[in-house]
T-cell receptor
Framework: GNSVTQMEGPVTLSEEAFLTINCTYTATGYPSLFWYVQYPGEGLQLLLKATKADDKGSNKGFEATYRKETTSFHLEKGSVQVSDSAVYFCALTFTNTGNQFYFGTGTSLTVIP | DADVTQTPRNRITKTGKRIMLECSQTKGHDRMYWYRQDPGLGLRLIYYSFDVKDINKGEISDGYSVSRQAQAKFSLSLESAIPNQTALYFC????????????FGEGSRLTVL
Protein backbone atom coordinates (compact mmCIF):
# COMPACT_ATOMS: atom_id res chain seq x y z
CA GLY A 1 0.00 0.00 0.00
CA ASN A 2 0.85 3.68 0.04
CA SER A 3 1.85 5.53 3.17
CA VAL A 4 3.97 8.34 4.54
CA THR A 5 5.97 8.24 7.75
CA GLN A 6 7.43 11.41 9.16
CA MET A 7 9.46 12.34 12.16
CA GLU A 8 7.44 12.79 15.29
CA GLY A 9 7.52 16.06 17.10
CA PRO A 10 7.30 18.38 18.63
CA VAL A 11 10.56 19.96 17.54
CA THR A 12 11.88 23.05 19.30
CA LEU A 13 14.79 25.00 17.84
CA SER A 14 16.50 28.26 18.50
CA GLU A 15 16.37 30.92 15.83
CA GLU A 16 19.02 30.42 13.11
CA ALA A 17 19.39 26.71 13.88
CA PHE A 18 19.44 24.07 11.14
CA LEU A 19 16.22 22.15 10.59
CA THR A 20 15.67 18.64 9.32
CA ILE A 21 12.30 16.90 9.36
CA ASN A 22 12.51 13.34 8.11
CA CYS A 23 9.95 11.85 5.77
CA THR A 24 9.93 8.41 4.19
CA TYR A 25 7.29 6.87 2.02
CA THR A 26 5.95 3.59 0.73
CA ALA A 27 4.34 3.65 -2.69
CA THR A 28 3.21 1.14 -5.26
CA GLY A 29 4.23 3.37 -8.17
CA TYR A 30 6.03 6.64 -8.78
CA PRO A 31 4.35 9.34 -6.72
CA SER A 32 4.72 13.07 -6.53
CA LEU A 33 5.90 14.24 -3.13
CA PHE A 34 4.85 17.33 -1.22
CA TRP A 35 5.51 19.27 1.94
CA TYR A 36 2.58 21.26 3.27
CA VAL A 37 2.74 23.77 6.13
CA GLN A 38 -0.03 24.70 8.55
CA TYR A 39 0.39 27.95 10.43
CA PRO A 40 -1.63 28.40 13.63
CA GLY A 41 -5.33 28.81 12.93
CA GLU A 42 -4.97 28.30 9.21
CA GLY A 43 -5.45 25.59 6.63
CA LEU A 44 -2.61 23.73 5.02
CA GLN A 45 -0.72 25.36 2.20
CA LEU A 46 1.79 23.95 -0.21
CA LEU A 47 5.39 24.61 0.78
CA LEU A 48 7.20 22.69 -1.94
CA LYS A 49 6.92 19.66 -4.17
CA ALA A 50 8.88 17.28 -6.38
CA THR A 51 7.41 15.16 -9.10
CA LYS A 52 10.18 12.72 -9.99
CA ALA A 53 13.29 11.12 -8.61
CA ASP A 54 16.25 13.44 -7.89
CA ASP A 55 14.07 16.55 -8.22
CA LYS A 56 14.65 19.17 -5.55
CA GLY A 57 11.74 21.27 -4.38
CA SER A 58 12.50 24.60 -2.74
CA ASN A 59 10.62 27.56 -1.35
CA LYS A 60 11.15 30.19 1.38
CA GLY A 61 14.58 28.75 2.18
CA PHE A 62 13.23 25.22 2.62
CA GLU A 63 14.46 22.36 0.45
CA ALA A 64 13.66 18.69 -0.04
CA THR A 65 15.08 16.19 -2.53
CA TYR A 66 13.12 13.26 -3.91
CA ARG A 67 15.32 10.23 -3.15
CA LYS A 68 13.96 7.14 -4.83
CA GLU A 69 16.75 4.86 -3.58
CA THR A 70 15.97 5.64 0.06
CA THR A 71 12.26 6.47 -0.51
CA SER A 72 12.74 9.72 1.34
CA PHE A 73 11.84 13.38 1.03
CA HIS A 74 13.45 15.07 4.04
CA LEU A 75 12.71 18.75 4.64
CA GLU A 76 15.66 21.03 5.45
CA LYS A 77 16.28 24.67 6.17
CA GLY A 78 19.63 26.17 6.99
CA SER A 79 18.50 28.89 9.36
CA VAL A 80 15.02 28.86 10.85
CA GLN A 81 13.11 31.93 11.97
CA VAL A 82 10.40 32.40 14.56
CA SER A 83 7.93 32.82 11.70
CA ASP A 84 8.64 29.22 10.62
CA SER A 85 6.82 27.92 13.70
CA ALA A 86 4.08 25.71 12.27
CA VAL A 87 3.07 22.12 11.65
CA TYR A 88 4.68 20.46 8.63
CA PHE A 89 3.08 17.61 6.70
CA CYS A 90 4.73 15.32 4.21
CA ALA A 91 2.40 13.89 1.56
CA LEU A 92 2.32 11.91 -1.64
CA THR A 93 -0.08 11.49 -4.50
CA PHE A 94 -0.20 10.01 -7.94
CA THR A 95 -0.94 12.79 -10.38
CA ASN A 96 -2.34 10.46 -13.01
CA THR A 97 -5.27 9.78 -10.69
CA GLY A 98 -5.19 12.75 -8.33
CA ASN A 99 -7.83 11.34 -6.08
CA GLN A 100 -5.87 10.13 -3.08
CA PHE A 101 -3.35 12.08 -1.11
CA TYR A 102 -1.50 10.24 1.64
CA PHE A 103 -0.41 12.48 4.50
CA GLY A 104 2.04 11.93 7.31
CA THR A 105 0.93 12.70 10.84
CA GLY A 106 2.55 16.12 10.91
CA THR A 107 5.55 17.53 12.79
CA SER A 108 5.10 20.55 14.99
CA LEU A 109 7.99 23.02 14.91
CA THR A 110 8.48 25.81 17.42
CA VAL A 111 11.30 28.29 16.90
CA ILE A 112 12.30 30.35 19.92
CA PRO A 113 14.14 33.68 19.72
CA ASP B 1 -11.58 36.80 0.10
CA ALA B 2 -10.27 33.26 0.48
CA ASP B 3 -10.35 30.99 -2.57
CA VAL B 4 -11.78 28.13 -0.48
CA THR B 5 -14.30 29.20 2.15
CA GLN B 6 -15.68 27.03 4.90
CA THR B 7 -18.66 27.75 7.13
CA PRO B 8 -19.06 27.64 10.04
CA ARG B 9 -15.52 28.08 11.33
CA ASN B 10 -16.47 26.85 14.78
CA ARG B 11 -19.45 24.85 15.96
CA ILE B 12 -20.41 23.24 19.25
CA THR B 13 -23.27 20.79 19.14
CA LYS B 14 -24.79 17.93 21.09
CA THR B 15 -24.80 14.22 20.47
CA GLY B 16 -27.51 13.19 18.01
CA LYS B 17 -27.82 16.53 16.26
CA ARG B 18 -27.53 16.91 12.50
CA ILE B 19 -24.69 19.15 11.38
CA MET B 20 -23.77 20.50 7.96
CA LEU B 21 -20.40 21.97 7.09
CA GLU B 22 -20.30 23.96 3.89
CA CYS B 23 -17.50 24.63 1.46
CA SER B 24 -17.42 26.95 -1.51
CA GLN B 25 -14.56 27.72 -3.88
CA THR B 26 -13.73 30.33 -6.46
CA LYS B 27 -10.77 28.52 -8.01
CA GLY B 28 -12.81 26.86 -10.72
CA HIS B 29 -11.51 23.42 -9.77
CA ASP B 30 -13.49 20.30 -10.50
CA ARG B 31 -12.07 18.22 -7.67
CA MET B 32 -13.15 18.78 -4.09
CA TYR B 33 -12.34 16.92 -0.89
CA TRP B 34 -13.29 16.73 2.77
CA TYR B 35 -10.59 15.83 5.28
CA ARG B 36 -10.61 15.38 9.00
CA GLN B 37 -7.62 16.33 11.17
CA ASP B 38 -7.02 14.78 14.57
CA PRO B 39 -3.93 15.25 16.74
CA GLY B 40 -1.33 12.58 16.02
CA LEU B 41 -3.31 11.15 13.11
CA GLY B 42 -2.67 13.73 10.41
CA LEU B 43 -5.31 14.22 7.76
CA ARG B 44 -7.74 11.51 6.78
CA LEU B 45 -9.95 11.62 3.70
CA ILE B 46 -13.70 11.45 4.29
CA TYR B 47 -15.17 11.99 0.80
CA TYR B 48 -14.06 13.37 -2.53
CA SER B 49 -15.74 14.48 -5.71
CA PHE B 50 -14.32 14.83 -9.21
CA ASP B 51 -17.32 16.69 -10.58
CA VAL B 52 -20.96 17.42 -9.77
CA LYS B 53 -22.10 13.90 -10.66
CA ASP B 54 -19.21 12.10 -9.02
CA ILE B 55 -19.02 11.29 -5.28
CA ASN B 56 -16.54 8.86 -3.76
CA LYS B 57 -15.95 7.55 -0.27
CA GLY B 58 -12.61 8.08 1.40
CA GLU B 59 -11.03 6.04 4.15
CA ILE B 60 -13.34 7.21 6.97
CA SER B 61 -16.75 7.89 5.39
CA ASP B 62 -18.90 6.07 7.99
CA GLY B 63 -21.17 8.50 9.80
CA TYR B 64 -20.78 11.19 7.13
CA SER B 65 -22.52 12.11 3.89
CA VAL B 66 -21.82 14.75 1.26
CA SER B 67 -23.59 16.75 -1.39
CA ARG B 68 -22.02 18.42 -4.42
CA GLN B 69 -24.58 21.09 -5.21
CA ALA B 70 -22.53 22.78 -7.92
CA GLN B 71 -18.96 22.81 -9.18
CA ALA B 72 -18.16 25.41 -6.54
CA LYS B 73 -20.01 23.89 -3.56
CA PHE B 74 -19.39 20.72 -1.57
CA SER B 75 -21.14 20.12 1.76
CA LEU B 76 -20.38 17.60 4.48
CA SER B 77 -23.16 16.35 6.78
CA LEU B 78 -23.14 14.47 10.03
CA GLU B 79 -26.61 12.97 10.27
CA SER B 80 -26.37 12.18 13.97
CA ALA B 81 -23.26 13.63 15.52
CA ILE B 82 -21.28 11.66 18.11
CA PRO B 83 -18.43 12.84 20.37
CA ASN B 84 -15.68 11.01 18.45
CA GLN B 85 -16.53 13.18 15.45
CA THR B 86 -15.06 16.10 17.38
CA ALA B 87 -12.26 17.26 15.08
CA LEU B 88 -10.99 19.92 12.70
CA TYR B 89 -12.49 19.51 9.24
CA PHE B 90 -10.89 20.80 6.06
CA CYS B 91 -12.27 21.25 2.60
CA UNK B 92 -9.78 21.22 -0.26
CA UNK B 93 -9.79 21.56 -4.03
CA UNK B 94 -7.43 20.49 -6.74
CA UNK B 95 -6.88 20.78 -10.43
CA UNK B 96 -5.19 17.83 -12.07
CA UNK B 97 -3.51 20.13 -14.54
CA UNK B 98 -1.91 21.95 -11.63
CA UNK B 99 0.26 18.98 -10.73
CA UNK B 100 -1.95 17.66 -8.00
CA UNK B 101 -1.59 20.48 -5.50
CA UNK B 102 -4.37 20.74 -2.92
CA UNK B 103 -5.80 24.12 -1.90
CA PHE B 104 -7.29 24.12 1.58
CA GLY B 105 -9.91 26.14 3.37
CA GLU B 106 -9.20 27.50 6.82
CA GLY B 107 -10.97 24.67 8.58
CA SER B 108 -14.14 24.10 10.59
CA ARG B 109 -13.67 23.14 14.21
CA LEU B 110 -16.51 20.90 15.37
CA THR B 111 -17.09 19.92 18.98
CA VAL B 112 -19.72 17.30 19.78
CA LEU B 113 -20.70 17.17 23.45
Amino acid sequence: GNSVTQMEGPVTLSEEAFLTINCTYTATGYPSLFWYVQYPGEGLQLLLKATKADDKGSNKGFEATYRKETTSFHLEKGSVQVSDSAVYFCALTFTNTGNQFYFGTGTSLTVIP
Amino acid sequence: DADVTQTPRNRITKTGKRIMLECSQTKGHDRMYWYRQDPGLGLRLIYYSFDVKDINKGEISDGYSVSRQAQAKFSLSLESAIPNQTALYFCATSDLQGGGELFFGEGSRLTVL
